[in-house]
C-alpha cells in the first residue's frame, strides 16, 4: 500500500546554530527532497538554536496530523528531554516520554531520532571507506591495517547520548573489516584526542558521528586531533577543509570523513520513521 499522508505535515527538528549557516544545510536538503515528492501537505524545518523555531512552525500548522521527526543522532538529552518538554509530550518530573498527543482537534506523532535507525552503520562505513578512497595518498591502507574511531558528542547531561555511538561502534567491529573499532567522545571518555594512544595500526580514520557539519565536526574535532586552532580558523574563513586528509600526527596517517547528515538517504530514513509512528 503506497504512502498517503496527504492529511498529514511532517516538521524536522534540527539543533542548528547561531554561529554557524552550515549546521541547518541537513534539515533544508531533506526537507526540500521530501516537499519535492508531494508525499506530504505539508513539510518544514525547525530548530533548537536559530529560527524559525519548533513552536514558531508547529503554529503555523493545520494539517490534521503532525509528524515530529528530530534530526538527532542519538536518544539522549535533546531528543528525550528538550524537544519532549518543547512539544508537550514530557512534563516536568514525568519519567517518560509520550509518542501521540492530541491539541486542538491537531494529532502530533513524535518520531524517533534519525540517527539510531539500522541505517547508520552502512552510512558510517560507507564515509569511512570514501574517505580513503578519495584521498589515498601515498597509499590507500587496507582496512586491517587501520583503526576506525566513530567520534560522537556525548554529555554528563544524559548517560543515552553515547549509547548510538558505542553501538555503532561494535556493529562495525563485529564485522571484522578492520583491526578496530572504537567510539570517542568531545565531551566524555575516552576523549577524541586519545585517539593516538588508543590506535595499535598506523594508519587511523574518523568519522564524525553527527548530522550536521557544524561547529564541532568542523572546527571542535580537527583541533581535538591536533590541527592548530588558528589554521582551522584560517581555512574555515576561506572556506577551505579545516583538515587536510591524511596529515601525519603522532607517527600515525589520520583521515577524517565529513558528518553522514547530507547523505540522500537520510530522506529515507525519515520517511521509516514517520511509517513507524503511523502505524504504531
Known amino acids: 500500500m503506497a504512502d498517503d499522508f496527504s492529511d498529514s505535515a511532517l516538521v524536522l527538528v534540527a539543533h542548528g546554530s547561531r554561529q554557524n549557516t552550515g549546521s541547518a544545510k541537513p534539515a533544508h536538503q531533506h526537507a526540500a527532497e521530501l516537499r519535492s515528492r508531494g508525499l506530504f501537505a ?125 553501538q555503532q561502534a561494535g556493529l562495525i567491529g563485529s564485522k571484522r573489516e578492520y583491526a578496530d573499532v572504537r567510539a570517542l567522545f568531545l565531551e566524555e571518555e575516552p576523549r577524541v584526542e586519545s585517539c593516538y594512544e588508543l590506535a595499535a595500526t598506523r594508519n587511523i580514520v574518523v568519522v564524525p558521528f553527527f548530522i550536521s557539519d557544524g561547529l564541532h565536526s568542523l572546527e571542535d574535532i580537527p583541533v581535538m586531533l591536533g590541527e592548530p586552532e588558528k589554521r582551522v580558523q584560517k581555512r574555515l574563513a576561506n572556506g577551505q577543509p579545516t583538515w587536510v586528509n591524511p596529515t601525519e600526527r603522532n607517527d600515525k596517517r589520520v583521515w577524517y570523513s565529513s558528518s553522514i547528515g547530507t547523505e540522500p538517504f537520510i530522506a529515507e530514513v525519515i520517511l521509516e520513521r514517520v511509517r513507524e509512528e503511523a502505524v504504531g
Open 42 to 166: 505539508n513539510v518544514q524545518e525547525a530548530f533548537l538554536r536559530q529560527q524559525p523555531s519548533v513552536g514558531a512552525v508547529l503554529r503555523g500548522i493545520a494539517a490534521k496530523r503532525v509528524f515530529v521527526v528530530p534530526l538527532f543522532i542519538s536518544k539522549g538529552y535533546f531528543t528525550d528531554e528538550v524537544l519532549p518538554r518543547e512539544l508537550g509530550f514530557r512534563k516536568n518530573g514525568d519519567t517518560s516520554v509520550a509518542r501521540i498527543r492530541e491539541v486542538d482537534g491537531q494529532t502530533l506523532h513524535y518520531c524517533g531520532p534519525v540517527g539510531t535507525h539500522k541505517s547508520m552503520t552502512a552510512a558510517l562505513l560507507a564515509r569511512a571507506r570514501g574517505v580513503v578512497k578519495q584521498h589515498p595518498f601515498p597509499h590507500a591502507p587496507k582496512p586491517d591495517d587501520t583503526t576506525l574511531f566513530i567520534a560522537g558528542h556525548g554529555t554528563c547531561k544524559n548517560e543515552d547520548s553515547r549509547k548510538a555511538v558505542e
